[in-house]
């Protein structure tokens, strides 16, 4: 579970491509004043009717997103230092000896980056991909093929990713049944649009997205000199819908009771007949797993099927046209310019394509994250950084115990096993204990598509090497030089990458007011993960087991169901309500996060209000600390799909967190009447 949904973008930005444009100076210090940006205020709104506007209206009216970005915010600014710092870093390495790990940065990058490579290579890398796909004769064949394509590309609960544009995606975890074993998860996928949502619903807008994607993969298939393209586009569009059809919704995949379904090897052609999964395993190197969770059953009986039901050749026509879209950033410009045509300005609303270096970047990080990320912490993340960071987890954690024990509503059983888990809970700050040895993988300068290739199949088969080993509970699930966190819920771990842990959350210099305000939030957050009602269901060694009694879940739902009457009243569009029961989790983990951070911010002044500064009271700065952290804009097709597809609520929402703090109420003096006010009944108390 992630802690925003900074990490989608990233990973849309990779997919996307286009033209490149200038590159402009990189800022390679980070140059946020410390304390509040009290310039980004707004003193005319009162804090009680938009607190959102109070703390960031200044910073709304004068901030514009920028042409290549969906969103822009705190987050977005530190995703471009970020980018730009490892530019940097990778521009150096690309001079290490040939065969060290940093010249394979190097190299991979400027493949990527060497467009005019790209364009006189024209298809000639994917023709040995694309003449096996024609080449295929039967269904077995066809299983084969689906078999090959298998990649450790989704993620159900750490990252939760749930799209993959193969038939099937795989994730390797520790099992939800026996802590001390990886298991191989089955995910749903073969969808080339977000969500299941796109190909159904007879909303004004899907229907309009859904001709623009028919007329896309026309095109992409125009563009390659597929013959007869339109109607091949369209028998496409049909399979997708079907696809679509048996597909979980986004809700359904998030429930992990459902999701727990072992199933033998032998089991799947019974269960789900029309695959030849023989084939299938062999062909993903799985022939000898003798056990599977099939997250999705439904879809997998569904998917298996129309493989069997539907024509060889319209599944033929898909996996050609998949192989086109999906690599069509390591192909000539055409492609690229398609591509950011549909998923960045169709589906995304933004205007410009990011510029080629920065789609290089996000590349690299993809393919050699962590060898990225061991450069990037030597140079910008500090020993005593990691220290201070650490020392607020501790705090944070110590105000979690505090609040447990104070709970009134919890059963002392339950309490015991929460502590428990508290106490073998693995905090990750920064970086990793040990890093991922890319040795296995070949970078051959000049061929940027093949690089992806060959890192997609070692990151598969680096997870397939997990199997019958013991479960590595430091392994991490984002690289650091990522502006995001995670917690990561059957390993009972948490990863704080390097790079959100910077100025404007956190910077060593501000009062602790602050930094516990938007950073210990942040941690906070996540640490609830472990409590809250997905937490509830993993034991302190991950297993698959609900620790609580009936009596404290009946609790847990009931405040948890106020929570999601209160979120559902938010309109972000005259026409889109807020799901308050699909972002739940998130906004209780809000709530006990600001909660949890606020304690530790008292119990580290002595338990009493914190010194003032800037013309604000140790509260007031906790609190548009928090908000500040929280300041976005957000293009409307991106909101509008984020809030479909996103278990998080909108930024601005996020920040009304604090309607349900009494400390808010008398830090800002808020009465009956104005706009954010709830009755003290009203407020949710979670933890
Ligand atoms: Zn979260």
């Given at each position: 579970m992630t802690h925003s949904p900074f990490l989608a973008a990233f990973a849309a930005a990779l997919a996307l491509a286009g033209a490149a444009s200038a590159q402009p100076a990189a800022t390679l210090t980070n140059d946020h004043p410390k304390g509040i940006d009290l310039a980004g205020m707004d003193r005319a709104v009162k804090p009680g009717d938009d607190f959102f506007a109070f703390a960031n209206g200044g910073w709304m009216a004068r901030t514009q997103i920028p042409p290549d970005r969906s969103s822009w915010g705190t987050g977005g600014e530190l995703v471009e230092l970020t980018t730009a710092r490892v530019q940097d870093l990778i521009k150096t390495a690309a001079a290490a000896a040939p065969g060290t790990e940093a010249r394979k940065i190097g190299d991979f990058y400027s493949s990527y980056l060497d467009e005019a490579k790209i364009e006189s290579l024209g298809l000639k890398p994917l023709r040995p991909t694309l003449a096996r796909i024609a080449a295929i004769k039967d269904k077995k064949g066809l299983a084969s093929e689906f078999g090959r394509e298998l990649r450790a590309d989704v993620d159900a609960l750490n990252s939760t990713n749930f799209d993959t544009p193969h038939l099937f995606g795989l994730w390797v975890e520790q099992d939800l049944n026996d802590p001390h074993r990886y298991a191989p998860y089955l995910l749903q996928g073969g969808l080339g649009?977000?969500?299941?949502d796109y190909y159904l619903s007879k909303s004004p807008h899907m229907v309009a997205v859904r001709a623009a994607y028919k007329a896309h993969i026309a095109k992409v298939l125009g563009l390659a000199g597929v013959a007869d393209a339109q109607a091949k586009a369209q028998r496409i569009f049909d399979l997708g819908t079907k696809i679509a059809e048996v597909h979980a919704a986004r809700a359904e995949s998030e429930d992990v009771l459902k999701a727990n379904n072992p199933w033998a090897r032998a089991d799947f052609a019974r269960?789900?007949?029309?695959?030849d999964w023989p084939a299938y395993f062999a062909a993903a190197g799985l022939s000898q797993r003798p056990q599977f969770i099939v997250w999705h059953p439904k879809a997998t009986t569904g998917e298996a099927a129309l493989v069997a039901s539907q024509p060889l050749a319209v599944w033929k026509d898909y996996l050609t046209y998949e192989q086109l879209n999906d690599n069509s950033n390591v192909l000539p410009k055409a492609f690229a310019d398609e591509r950011f045509a549909f998923?960045?300005?169709?589906?995304?609303?933004?205007p410009q394509q990011l510029a080629r270096w920065k789609r290089a970047v996000n590349a690299t990080n993809n393919a050699l994250g962590e060898a990225v990320g061991k450069l990037y912490v030597a140079k910008y993340f500090p020993p005593q950084s990691k220290a201070e960071v650490q020392a607020m987890v501790a705090k944070l954690i110590d105000a979690f115990r505090v609040r447990i024990d104070k709970l009134d509503w919890m059963a002392p059983a339950t309490k015991a096993e929460a502590k428990r888990k508290l106490s073998t809970l693995k905090v990750g700050v920064g970086y990793p204990d040990h890093w991922i040895d890319y040795s296995a993988l070949k970078v051959v300068p000049g061929d940027a598509l093949g690089n992806q290739q060959r890192a997609e199949l070692f990151e598969y088969r680096r997870n397939l090497a997990k199997f019958g080993r013991p479960v590595d509970r430091g392994e991490w699930a984002m690289t650091p030089q990522t502006v995001n966190a995670v917690n990561l819920p059957v390993r009972n771990a948490l990863n704080f990458p390097?790079?959100?842990?910077?100025?404007?959350?956190?910077?060593?210099?501000?009062p602790i007011a602050m930094n516990l305000g938007a950073t210990g939030a942040t941690i906070g957050h996540e640490v609830s993960h472990s409590f809250d009602d997905q937490g509830a269901q993993f034991d302190a060694d991950g297993?698959?087991?609900?620790?609580?009694t009936p009596a404290d879940l009946a609790h847990f739902q009931a405040s948890g169901h106020a929570l999601a009457v209160q979120y559902s009243q938010y309109h972000p569009f005259p026409d889109i309500t807020l799901n308050g029961e699909q972002m739940l989790s998130e906004n209780i983990a809000d709530i006990a996060g600001l909660n949890a951070a606020y304690d530790a911010y008292r119990l580290a002044n002595g338990g009493k209000e914190g010194p003032a500064q800037q013309g604000l009271t140790g509260d007031q700065q906790f609190f548009v600390a928090f908000s500040q952290s929280w300041r976005t804009k957000v293009r409307e097709a991106t909101a509008r799909q984020r809030a479909i597809t996103d278990g998080h609520a909108p930024a601005e929402f996020r920040a009304d967190t604090v309607r349900n703090m009494d400390s808010w109420y008398s830090a800002f003096d808020v009465k009956p009447g104005e706009k954010l006010y709830l009755a003290p009944a009203q407020r949710v108390r979670i933890w």
């Open positions: 649009m977000p969500d299941r269960k789900a007949p029309g695959l998923y960045g300005t169709t589906l995304s609303g933004t390097a790079a959100i842990l910077q100025a404007p959350d956190f910077n060593p210099a501000n297993r698959l087991r609900n620790w609580w």
